[in-house]
């Protein structure tokens, strides 16, 4: 019995490690050609430099609203403030609409058009129109807009645990030293939060790199290659241009990407057990 | 607990303002889209203007419902997304059950290994999956994306239900084994009902993600009666111009809903076994 709840997971993580070993090893008829051919694309450097800001933008902008969403909710449970859930809920509900839908959703609030949703809003301020998507910074912008409104939940998660996880005793010695809030939330929240920040910023980058349905229900990767990142550009190559060989490089960069973050946290989480 | 300092009361007016600001970003997208399904191809022209529509009407979801083609995608939906979730949780049960109550060499490890699973996108893993498929002829078939899915949604689940275990006391295990069960029967009999929660919010989780699931079903489905909502409604929005976004929208708004309410139901149950996963991680 001990041998069988021992072996069934053992033997299935086995299973997992195996497959994905193999199942990114390139096929048969690969060389080093497709390689040598997608390095020599001029449209990478563009897609990676896409993909260096679409994430560092995100993953900043990603924790810094989900942090202040969580401190303000803890702070306004423990004053007995009304509207806390419905307010944690409704950001949660964005969370779980599915990637395609975000998009489409975002592309009719960004219809350009006089009609259109936030052209017409800033019509009312007297404000001219702006072309969400098809200028290419104000594209990119917008696709951050999106994904933004998607996926500040999971950090407010995290975030929103771990400050609980805080022993209040600190914070009631801090309260009796006469420490002002900016004070309290860097000399404890702060600090006290450090290793969730880290494990979180791992966690969503892996994640922003990977997105890639939000942005082609949103843009398609245009105007030009103007959003197309990495995970997007991945999926073009394969599932547009049919190049299994070509596509199966760029999915062995994102996939070496993912797990040199994945080692990165498990070097954080050696760290803080130690 | 209201009162306080006037400082303090500042504060509730700063949270108020603040959570205020952030509420219209998020309420806004659903607000909009409810608008727009609701409209009639008139109105979609008026914009701002008619953000509660003078003629409402349910004739966009009455069309998109009458339309067997998408009764059929949403029952599609369900179906891979439930088998899926399932699968996940039942392959996650004997997995998370030994990194509770066992004692082994490197459990740490495991655990982690499952993380870092996690964090591989579908993107990688498909590309040759959809080739294996191919040669394997498994393409096109339901089982195939309830096993994908199972395979994705398994580390969330095992790391949800490690803690749902962890939760439920080893002296009730203990004493049922005293009484002649060995642990197959504690396992079933005792911990799993106990764990009832648990396994309800993994399962929900997983069926949640599962029904955004876009790519694995757009690679392996490849006829139209066999696609989720979530496919379907990407390649219907390839075909609407201006004059059908009312029907988008509604599509949309159906697609969306189900997900949506159920979290909104079982929010606090999902959200605690969540903060409780995150914690302990």
């Known amino acids: ?274 | 607990m209201t009162g306080g300092g006037r400082a303090a009361r500042i504060g509730d007016l700063a949270s108020y303002v603040a959570l205020g600001l952030l509420a219209v970003f998020f309420a806004t997208p659903f607000i909009w889209l409810t608008s727009l399904a609701l409209r009639t191809p008139a109105e979609i022209y008026l914009g701002a203007a008619r953000l509660i529509p003078e003629a409402p009407t349910l004739g966009n979801f009455a069309r998109i419902l009458s339309d067997p083609a998408f009764l059929i995608y949403l029952w599609n939906g369900l179906k891979l997304s439930a088998l899926g979730g399932a699968l996940a949780v039942a392959l996650a049960i004997p997995a998370a059950y030994a990194c509770s109550r066992l004692d082994f060499r490197r459990k740490q490890a495991v655990l982690i290994g499952i993380l870092a699973v996690q964090m591989i996108s579908p993107l990688v893993i498909l590309v040759p999956l959809y080739r294996w498929m191919g040669a394997l002829d498994l393409l096109n078939l339901d089982a195939s994306v309830v096993a994908i899915y199972g395979a994705l949604g398994m580390p969330l689940a095992v790391w949800l239900l490690k803690v749902a275990f962890d939760a439920v006391p080893l002296e009730i295990e203990e004493a049922a084994i005293v009484d002649g069960a060995n642990r197959f029967q504690v396992l079933t009999r005792i911990t799993l009902p106990l764990a009832r929660p648990g396994l309800a919010s993994a399962f929900i989780l997983a069926m949640v993600m599962n029904w955004s699931q876009f790519l694995v079903p757009f690679i392996l489905l490849e006829r139209d009666a066999d696609w989720p909502i979530s496919v379907a409604i990407f390649n219907f929005a390839g075909a609407v111009s201006a004059s059908t976004t009312q029907l988008l929208a509604a599509a949309c708004l159906v697609a969306v809903m189900p997900a949506v309410l159920v979290f909104v139901l079982l929010q606090r149950m999902i959200v605690s076994a969540l903060i409780a996963g995150a914690v302990k991680g």
């Not at chain 1, 058009?113 to 200028?135: C, E, K, R």
């Not at chain 1, 929240?189 to 880290?198: N, V, Y």
């Open chain 1, 1 to 274: 019995m001990l041998a069988l709840f021992y072996g069934v997971p053992v033997l299935d993580m086995v299973r997992l490690a195996f497959s994905d070993a193999t199942l990114v090893r390139p096929p048969e008829d690969y060389s080093f050609k497709a390689m040598g051919v997608l390095l020599r694309d001029p449209a990478l450097p563009q897609v990676i430099g896409t993909t260096l800001l679409f994430t560092a933008i995100n993953v900043v902008a990603l924790q810094v609203v989900g942090l202040a969403i969580a401190l303000t909710i803890v702070r306004g449970e423990a004053r007995g403030l009304r509207g806390m859930t419905a307010f944690r809920t409704l950001v949660l509900a964005a969370w779980v609409v599915p990637g395609i839908a975000n998009g489409l959703i975002w592309q009719m609030l960004f219809d350009e058009a006089p009609y259109g949703t936030l052209n017409s809003l800033l019509a009312y301020g007297g404000l001219g129109p702006v072309a969400w998507l098809s200028d290419p910074q104000m594209a990119l912008v917008s696709a951050v807009i999106a994904n933004l409104w998607q996926g500040t939940a999971f950090s407010m998660i995290v975030f929103y645990a771990a400050r609980r996880g805080i022993d209040p005793v600190l914070y009631d010695v801090a309260a009796l030293d006469g420490a002002g809030p900016w004070r309290i939330f860097r000399s404890i929240t702060l600090p006290l939060l450090r290793t969730a920040i880290a494990v979180n910023t791992v966690l969503v980058t892996v994640q922003t790199l990977n997105t890639f349905d939000s942005i082609l229900a949103l843009t398609g990767g245009g105007p030009g290659r103007a959003t197309e990142v990495l995970a997007l550009f991945t999926f073009n190559t394969v599932f547009q241009n049919l190049d299994l060989a070509g596509g199966s490089v760029l999915a062995l960069l994102l996939f070496a990407i993912s797990m040199a973050l994945a080692a990165l946290v498990h070097g954080w989480r050696g760290r803080g057990a130690a």
